[in-house]
């Protein structure tokens, strides 16, 4: 719970009270590796803060081909944000790559949060801006550079992640077949 509260408070300040009404809000949950967070055709169900493990975003092409979107880690929020908000069915998966344990808030809970403290929108949007603006900085560099150099700025963005998940999510994230990737790390050993 302290990592989730060190996490809010860089974007604003709660005092006790404010911080114990936070705390009052969220539940603990564990999913298995594979289990879905959220499920495209569903609408997303919870905010979640990853306390431990590994989620992905992920979507199936107009080939049937899974493909990975992005990845979120311990100290970080995980959730398709506009649609949980809106409540509307997701386009996406989030799985959970490995075993996880995570701090969620439900849609209500969410709500009651954001009508009780006061200054929790401003405090949001910040949130919102600093994981999307997270998620372009990852994500920018792997539209304009070729595949190896793309595999060096997956291991700067994602330092902790390379031993955690299957290579098969990687080579998806980045684009490149299994076999491609393999030989990539081949050649920069």
Not at 1 to 25: A, R, T, Y
Not at 87 to 113: G, H, P
Not at 137 to 162: G, M, Q
Request: proline share 2%; net charge neutral; hydrophobic share 40%.
């Amino acid at each position: 719970m302290e990592e989730l509260i060190n996490f809010i408070l860089q974007f604003g300040d709660l005092n006790k009270q404010q911080i114990d009404f936070l705390q009052s809000k969220v539940e603990t949950l564990e999913f298995k590796k594979h289990d879905y967070l959220s499920e495209a055709g569903q609408v997303p169900r919870y905010v979640a803060f990853v306390v431990e493990g590994v989620f992905r975003f992920c979507y199936y092409n107009n080939k049937s081909e899974e493909i990975t979107n992005y990845f979120v880690d311990e100290g970080n929020f995980v959730v398709d944000n506009d649609r949980f908000e809106a409540q509307l069915a997701a386009s996406e998966y989030v799985q959970a790559v490995t075993d996880c344990k995570v701090l969620v808030f439900s849609k209500k809970n969410w709500d009651e949060i954001s009508n009780t403290i006061v200054g929790w929108e401003m405090m949001k949007a910040k949130m919102v801006k600093k994981c999307l603006t997270l998620a372009m900085e990852r994500r920018s560099p792997l539209v304009s550079e070729d595949a190896t150099t793309r595999y060096l700025s997956f291991i700067t963005a994602f330092p902790n992640l390379i031993n955690r998940i299957p290579l098969s999510y990687i080579a998806s994230y980045l684009g490149v077949t299994q076999q491609s990737l393999s030989r990539i790390r081949r050649n920069i050993r």
